[in-house]
C-alpha cells in the first residue's frame, strides 16, 4: 500500500514538474519588427460620408416623381463624364475622375431609395470600373498616388455599390454579377452560377475572424481575405480548386467542396487577352494550372505564416496564384502588397508573418494585368461582411493605439500537450487541431483574438439593430465604424 501511494505521489510530482516545465515561455525576448516604409491609405473624407447619408434620408422623404427628376439629373451628368473617361490616354490625374466619382456617391443615397434604378446603376458602375482597368494598363502603378486613385475609385465605388444593395430587399438584386467579358480558349466550369475557366483565379472572403484581419489588415485595406486557382481537366472536364489552407495547407478540392466552405463573396479574376504570353500560347495560364494542380497532388505543401512568396516550399494562399501564374511567365502582384501601421505589424508577426511587403488577397484587383470578369456577393450575408469589417478596422486602430493580445498563460502546458500530438498526426499525414506552422503560443493568442473580435461584434450588432430600429435603415459602414468605436469604449 505504502509503494502504491509512493509511486502516486512520484507520478504527480512528476506530471507537476513537466507541467511547471511547459508552462515556461517559448522566449522571454520578443524580436523588434518592421512593417513597410510606406504609408497607409487614408480617406479623410468623413463630412463626405455624413452628406451622403443626410442625402439618403432626405431622398426616404421625396416622393418618387421628385426623386426620379434629381436621379435622372445625375445620370445625364455621370454618362457624360463617363464619355469623357473612356476616350483613350486618360491620365490618372485627370479631374474628371474624381467628378465621376462623387455623381457615382450622391447618385448611390439617391438610388438607394429607388431601388428600381439599381439595373442601370450596377452597368454603369461596371462600364467605369473597365474603364479604370483599362486605363491603368498605361499608368504607373507603382507610384503611391497612382496606386492610390485606382484604389479610391476601384473600392470606393465597390463600397458605394454595397451601401445601396445594402439597403435592398432580400430578392431584389441577383447574387451573381458579370462584370466583364475577356475571352480564353481554356476549359470551363461553373461556381456559383458563374462561368470560370481553367487558369482562372478566385479570390474570396470568408466568415472567420482572421479573414477580416487579412481583408483589413492591409495599406490598402480591403474586402478579400483569400484566393484560389481554377483546374479544369481538358479530358475528365473535372474541374478543381487548388488553394491554400491554414489547416492543411495546399489542397485539391472539388467545385462542391470549394462552394460549401462559406463564402460571403469572391470575384473571379483572368488575364487580360492582349497579354504576349498569352498571344504566344492562349492555354499558358491553363497548362500552368495544370501544372501546380500535379505538385499539390504529389507532395505536401505547409502552410507559410510567414508570408514569403519568394520560398515555394511552403505558400500561403496568394502564393499559389503567383507561383501558377509565374510557370506562365506572367509576374502577378507586380507591386507587392506592403503593411506599414505598426500595430497592425505586431498582431501579424504575433501569428507569425515576417515579411509586410508581401502579395495580400484584395491587391490583386489593382493588378492592370488582370480583368475582373465577374463578382458574386451573398446577399444575406453581405452585412455581415461589413460589420465584421468594422469591427476589425476598431480593433486594429486599438492595436495601433499599443494594445496587446495576450493568451491564458496557465493553458499553455495543456495546450502544448495538444501540439504535440498535432505534429504526430501531421507526421502521418493528417490535420490537427492546430495548424501545421503555428506553435502552441500562437494558437493561443489567436483564442483570444477570436474572442475579442466576437465580443465586440456582439455588441456592435446590437448597437447596428437599435440603430435601425431609431432610423428605419441599415446603418452604413460609416455608422458601423462609429457604433463599433462605442462598443470597444463600452468594454
Sequence with gaps: MKKMQKRILVTLLALGLLYLLLLIPASGKKNAVTGAVKNPFAWNRDDQWLQMEKQFVLARQLKAEKLDSGISVLKLAAESKLALLQQPGISPADTNWTAAENIFFNLASLVAVRQEQLPWFIEYYNKTRNAIKFHSQHWSIGEEKVRNTVYELLYGMRAAVEEVLLQAKPGDYPPAMQVATVKTAAPVTTIFGIEVHSGDLLVSRGGAEVSALISRGNDYPGNFSHVALVYVDEKTKQSFLIEAHIERGVAVSSVEQYENDKKLRFMVMRPRADLPQLQTDPLCVHKAAKAVYDEA?????????????????????????????????IAVWKYPSSISSPGVVDWLHQFGVENFITQMPSDLEYDPQLNVVAEWRDPGTLFKDHIDNAVMDVLLEKANAGEQIGYNHWQLPVVRVLKGYCVIKNLFGKEGMIPEGMNATQALKNQTFVAMHVKLKERTMQLANEFIKENGYRPPYWQLVTLARKAATEN
Design 297 to 329: 497532388i504529389a507532395r505536401h505543401i505547409p502552410y507559410d505564416f510567414k508570408m514569403d512568396f519568394m520560398d515555394s516550399t511552403r505558400m500561403f494562399c496568394s502564393e499559389v496564384g503567383s507561383y501558377a501564374y509565374k510557370k506562365a511567365g
